[in-house]
């Protein structure tokens, strides 16, 4: 919780050692949980400025959502994927877009 405030405020200097240290206690099997924290790590990189790991991120967040029946991961990634669509340019956040697309 602590991280996903942190994010939600842009300080991502704060955020991103927090949710990334309550993300390696998560493993595949809780996918939804895991999409939604990936959600908020993409953004404090985005508010960083680190496009690519940002697309990175929101790449692993789509795979763990696709494969869950809640809604709400891919709901809380659209608002990322639309700051990434300002980096269209960026090679990696094309391919992040499209696979949203799909």
């Given at each position: 919780m602590t991280g996903r405030c942190w994010a939600e405020l842009r300080r991502p200097l704060r955020a991103v050692p927090v949710l990334e240290s309550a993300l390696s206690r998560f493993?595949?099997?809780h996918a939804r949980d895991k999409a939604l924290y990936l959600s908020w790590l993409a953004d404090a990189y985005i508010s960083a400025g680190e496009i690519e790991v940002a697309a990175a991120v929101t790449g692993r967040a789509l795979d763990l959502s696709a494969g869950v029946a809640s809604?709400?991961?891919r709901q809380r990634?659209?608002?990322v994927l639309a700051q990434l669509g300002q980096h269209r340019?960026?090679?990696a956040v094309r391919?992040?877009?499209e696979k949203a697309a799909s």
């Amino acid at each position: 919780m602590t991280g996903r405030c942190w994010a939600e405020l842009r300080r991502p200097l704060r955020a991103v050692p927090v949710l990334e240290s309550a993300l390696s206690r998560f493993d595949d099997a809780h996918a939804r949980d895991k999409a939604l924290y990936l959600s908020w790590l993409a953004d404090a990189y985005i508010s960083a400025g680190e496009i690519e790991v940002a697309a990175a991120v929101t790449g692993r967040a789509l795979d763990l959502s696709a494969g869950v029946a809640s809604v709400r991961p891919r709901q809380r990634l659209a608002p990322v994927l639309a700051q990434l669509g300002q980096h269209r340019s960026v090679a990696a956040v094309r391919g992040v877009l499209e696979k949203a697309a799909s």
